[in-house]
Antibody, heavy 113, light 112 residues
Framework: QVQLVESGGGVVQPGRSLRLSCEASGFTFSNYGMHWVRQAPGKGLEWVAVIWSDGINKYYVDSVKGRFTISRDNSKNTLYLQMNSLRAEDTAVYYC??????WGQGTLVTVSS | DVVMTQSPLSLPVTLGQPASISCRSSQSLVYSDGNTYLNWFQQRPGQSPRRLIYKVSNRDSGVPDRFSGSGSGTDFTLKISRVEAEDVGVYYCMQGAHWPRTFGQGTKVEIK
């Protein structure tokens, strides 16, 4: 069955870095554009970034441009989000989603000193 | 950025009764290919979001037919014909025609 499993979340100090991973199975990962969507505690959904199926085209929400980098390894069926210069306002559950057809369970990132 | 505005933000409903959620976009969601890219998502308590409707009115696989989407241009609606207990949660619209993708604030559906 289709699975998206995020990992890499945790507690990190402001200004530090974290890399999230999303491992896909049960579908042809290389055929799908992949998104990261986040949800701050008790808040709504916020789209973060997308990477095209071929890994070339990428878009980001303005608030993370220059700090976050989305990437993928189609040979490993894995999506990544490198998060640098983290801020308190980046605290959220981060979901990966395959073209919004399938979603992972999320991984919590807490940015706090 | 395209602003998505949902109403109401809270919707108490009696079991078996209909429910309707409105979503308005600050720009047209008609893309250059002629399609209108408006999605609806459901997020049950403690769960990940799940897409219910794509391109305004197309139900995803496994979505009960009591859910329906309609609208055009900048004005869209999600309807539940008869609310069931499992429909409790937060519903979001999201536009897929412009970058960045943007979500509505969410509408919380609860049972009266």
């Amino acid at each position: 069955q289709v699975q998206l499993v995020e990992s890499g979340g945790g507690v990190v100090q402001p200004g530090r870095s974290l890399r999230l991973s999303c491992e896909a199975s049960g579908f042809t990962f290389s055929n799908y554009g992949m998104h990261w969507v986040r949800q701050a505690p008790g808040k709504g959904l916020e789209w973060v970034a997308v990477i095209w199926s071929d890994g070339i085209n990428k878009y980001y929400v303005d608030s993370v441009k220059g700090r976050f980098t989305i990437s993928r390894d189609n040979s490993k069926n894995t999506l990544y989000l490198q998060m640098n210069s983290l801020r308190a306002e980046d605290t959220a559950v981060y979901y990966c989603a395959a073209n919004f057809d399938f979603w992972g369970q999320g991984t919590l990132v807490t940015v706090s000193s | 950025d395209v602003v998505m505005t949902q109403s109401p933000l809270s919707l108490p409903v009696t079991l078996g009764q209909p429910a309707s959620i409105s979503c308005r976009s600050s720009q047209s969601l008609v893309y250059s290919d002629g399609n209108t890219y408006l999605n609806w998502f459901q997020q049950r308590p403690g769960q990940s979001p799940r897409r219910l409707i794509y391109k305004v009115s197309n139900r995803d696989s496994g979505v009960p037919d009591r859910f329906s989407g309609s609208g055009s241009g900048t004005d869209f609606t999600l309807k539940i014909s008869r609310v069931e207990a499992e429909d409790v949660g937060v519903y979001y619209c999201m536009q897929g025609a412009h970058w960045p993708r943007t979500f509505g604030q969410g509408t919380k559906v609860e049972i009266k």
